[in-house]
Every structure is written in C-alpha cells, then in structure tokens.
C-alpha cells in the first residue's frame, strides 16, 4: 500500500490567481499521477507526473495552466494557474509502485474559485 | 471515449440488503479496480480483478469479471449504514499506464 498525503486539504481563492497542490507519499514509487473530479462527475485525468522531465498531459489538459513538477520519487506538485470558477473541482494525486497493479489515491484537495 | 458505464447511477437500499453494481468498458484491459468515495474524499481502494480472473472476494465485497461481455459487477452483501458512499470502477487498458473511470454509483443504505 502507499500513505499519500495532499496539502492544502482545501482552499477558496480568487478568481485570477494560482494555487500549488502537494503530495507526498511514504515510499518511493514508479507512477505519479493528477486527476481531476469536478463537482458530481467522476475522475478524469490531467497528466502523469514523470520524474526529472515534464509531465505527460492528456487530451485537453496543457502545461500553461496546470505545471507539474516531480523532483524526486516522492513528491510531486500540481499548480491550477489563472483560476476561473470553472477549475473549482477536488483534485487528486494518485500513485503506483513499480511491478505493482494497483493504483492508490491521496485524500484530494477541494478547490472553490470565487 | 475510453471511459467506462456504470449502472445504475443511484442506488437506494435498506440496511441488511446485498447492493449490485456493474461496470462495461469498451476495449482489452490489463486490470479492474473497484474503489469508493465517501463524501467527495479521497479514494478507497477496494478490490482489483485481473483479466485472467472470474471472480475473487474480500470480506462483504465479491467482484466478478466477464471479459467477452466487458463487464465486471460489485456485489456488497449484508449492507451496512456505512457502505453509503459512491462507488466506481476504473480500468487498466492494455498498452496503457493510466487508470479510466466509470460515471460511478452512489449507493445509500437506509437504516
């Protein structure tokens, strides 16, 4: 298994600015990932956050508004750039050992743009 | 879309009663997890089925998995209050290392 931890827990920010999420996870591990679930919808992913290079963004997503940095095998942050009220979302890091299937999550961040 | 169907979205059962969920995806997976989410939390990892299996428990849960159909169920047997939470399953596609999500069920337990 993997502890996962995310701060902040939640914020409210003004529209216009930017927020930084953390994780940090108890061991070291292959895969890091960012999701994103938008109010009553269900999981979709932003990117993969890949060690010593840049993320690997998926369809709809761009390094512009959501920087990922990953600078060792533990840590990894995720920046919501230039908020809208649209963005309000939880957002969630999620990992996975490597040779291993399963995939665990961290507690989410609740994110409320004014 | 890659992503999956479950159904039904909603859910409402009296405690003591089994509660089925089911899940479709669309193409060849590696894998399928069953996690839960109570209140817009963090995700619970419940079970994960690989494509080479049918069926395997853990404790109240069953999952099973039918891969010519592409469907996988949850049963949760002898429902409890606190089983109320939203439930989803997501897939491992072969040749991917990402996870896709199905719309989830919100499951309530009545008292």
């Known amino acids: 298994s993997a502890v996962i931890s995310q701060k902040p827990s939640r914020d409210i920010c003004q529209r216009g600015t930017s927020l930084t999420i953390q994780c940090q996870v108890d061991?070291?591990?292959?895969?890091m990932f960012w999701y994103r679930q938008q109010p009553g919808q269900s999981l979709t992913l932003i990117a993969t956050?890949?060690?010593?290079?840049?993320?690997?963004?998926e369809s709809g997503f761009v390094i512009d508004k959501f920087p990922i940095s990953r600078p060792n095998l533990t840590f990894s942050t995720l920046t919501v750039s230039n908020m809208s009220p649209e963005d309000s979302s939880i957002y969630l890091c999620?990992?996975?050992?490597?040779?291993?299937?399963?995939?665990?999550f961290g507690p989410g961040t609740r994110l409320t743009v004014l | 879309s890659q992503q999956g169907e479950e159904d039904p979205q909603a859910l409402s059962i009296q405690e003591g009663e089994n509660a089925t969920m089911n899940c479709s995806y669309k193409?060849?997976?590696?894998?399928l997890q069953w996690y839960r989410q109570n209140s817009g939390r963090g995700l619970v990892h419940l079970i994960l089925?690989?494509?080479?299996?049918r069926e395997k428990h853990s404790g109240r849960l069953r999952v099973t998995l039918d891969t010519s159909k592409k469907s996988s169920s949850l049963l949760i047997t002898a429902s409890r209050a606190a089983d109320t939470a939203s439930y989803f399953c997501?897939?491992?596609?072969?040749?991917?290392?990402?996870?896709?999500f199905g719309q989830g069920t919100r499951l309530t337990i009545n008292p």
């Open positions: 999620s990992v996975r050992h490597r040779g291993g299937d399963t995939q665990y």
């Open positions: 061991s070291q591990v292959t895969m």
């Open positions: 956050a890949n060690q010593g290079s840049e993320a690997t963004y």
């Open positions: 193409t060849s997976i590696n894998n």
């Open positions: 089925i690989r494509s080479n299996e």
């Open positions: 997501a897939t491992s596609y072969q040749g991917a290392q990402k996870l896709v």
